[in-house]
């Protein structure tokens, strides 16, 4: 463990349980983990309301500054969006004027921007990322910009390097955001144009929390190459392959997993990614089955959909890592309680051993054959025939 990237994790307790804290604190150490730090220790305070001013009581910031000093701790990693005053006070606090190296504050917004920015490859995701992220900066106007900037890799949002005046800064940010502004929304016409070639074929998209093994089912459907790791956002740029079961192509895209405390800022920025969601005639629903906690991973999910007006799209809830499951018998019991709260299609399945694979594609293709035959409603009068699945099941990945 390098000595410079050892991190605190903190949260408040609302009366939560102990289990979901720790599913919490294990989710926000995942996120750590995932931006380069290595979490060894905690603070969890039971407050109804954070501190206004340092977010945790004074007590603790004062047990807190110690375990930094103590054990040269890098950063600091809040469950919880900072607001302004916040975020400067603790940096006050957590960085006397004798220390040499400084401790880098985060909360969890600034923790997701910090891994988006380092995934994201296209040109339009590193644009929505620079937005959003200017965006969570403007009104954080403290040493955060000394932090962002050095890994901006010198695009040169900021005048000389003696130019500290606020003023100055609040300014440059305004105009890095108008400038990304329309740079996004040039990327977005294009991308508009794209989707109306699109318009003759059924689209189907994967959606679900981070983590639950989209892009590896992705890979299974279309087989095509798409990165698949056991780490938070594993995939930030949206991807977009084309697949044939039986005789019926269609466009099968994989987009940003979702996670509880999505930050605003980059849903609003994303918008224009997560069209492949919006736009699509099916969505695949996955979830890690095994995960005990996937029900408020579905509601994460369901509700992130509704935000961005895709509640309403016909769903296939795809019920991955099924071969986790302790007990088979759970699947009958969970399919019945998904019944009840409104979906009608489900499927377990494990995308890592083929379980159930071609019980999918079946499902896929009866709900692709639908729209497919209202895009091209004379196909069966023109003598064409849909191939049967299984017994004729083929996948033809796009060369």
Request: net charge positive; no cysteine.
């Amino acid at each position: 463990m390098g000595k410079r990237d050892k991190a605190i994790l903190v949260a408040i307790t609302r009366n939560e349980r102990p289990e979901v804290i720790d599913e919490h604190l294990h989710e926000l150490a995942f996120l750590a983990r995932t931006a380069g730090l290595n979490s060894v220790g905690k603070v969890v305070q039971g407050l109804t309301i954070p501190d206004a001013r340092t977010y945790i009581g004074k007590g603790k910031l004062e047990a807190l500054k110690e375990q930094v000093i103590a054990e040269d701790i890098a950063a600091v990693v809040f469950d919880d969006d900072l607001s302004p005053s916040q975020l400067r006070n603790l940096e006050r606090a957590l960085n006397p004027a004798d220390r040499e190296e400084k401790v880098q504050v985060y909360d969890r917004s600034l923790l997701i921007l910090d891994i988006f920015l380092k995934r994201a490859q296209t040109a339009q995701a590193r644009t929505q990322v620079e937005l959003a992220r200017n965006q969570y900066l403007l009104p954080r106007l403290t040493r955060l910009w000394t932090h962002l900037e050095r890994q901006r890799g010198g695009t040169g949002t900021r005048g000389g390097a003696g130019e500290k005046e606020i003023e100055t800064d609040r300014r440059n940010i305004r105009n890095s955001i108008a400038v990304l502004k329309e740079r996004l929304a040039k990327i977005e016409k294009q991308r508009q144009t794209q989707r109306k070639g699109r318009s003759n074929i059924v689209r189907v998209a994967l959606v679900g929390y981070t983590n639950v093994g989209k892009s590896t089912l992705m890979n299974l459907l279309s087989g095509s190459g798409v990165l698949a790791e056991n780490k938070l956002f594993a995939t930030v740029d949206s991807t977009v392959r084309k697949v044939v079961l039986g005789n019926i192509p269609f466009l099968l895209s994989d987009t940003v997993g979702f996670i509880r405390k999505l930050p605003h800022h980059l849903i609003e920025s994303f918008k224009s990614t997560l069209d492949e969601v919006r736009e699509a005639d099916l969505l695949l629903h996955v979830v890690d089955a095994a995960h005990p906690f996937h029900e408020n991973q579905i509601e994460v999910v369901t509700k992130t959909l509704k935000e961005i007006g895709a509640a309403d799209i016909p769903t296939i809830l795809v019920m991955n890592k099924s071969d986790l499951l302790q007990d088979r018998g759970n699947f009958e019991e969970m399919y019945g309680y998904y019944r009840h709260h409104g979906y009608d299609k489900i499927v377990f399945v494990s995308a890592e051993t083929g379980m159930n694979i071609d019980k999918l594609k079946q499902m896929i293709f009866e709900e692709v054959k639908k729209k497919h035959l209202t895009i091209y409603p004379n196909y069966l009068k023109n003598g064409f025939e849909y191939t049967a699945l299984p017994e004729d099941l083929r996948v033809e990945p796009k060369p």
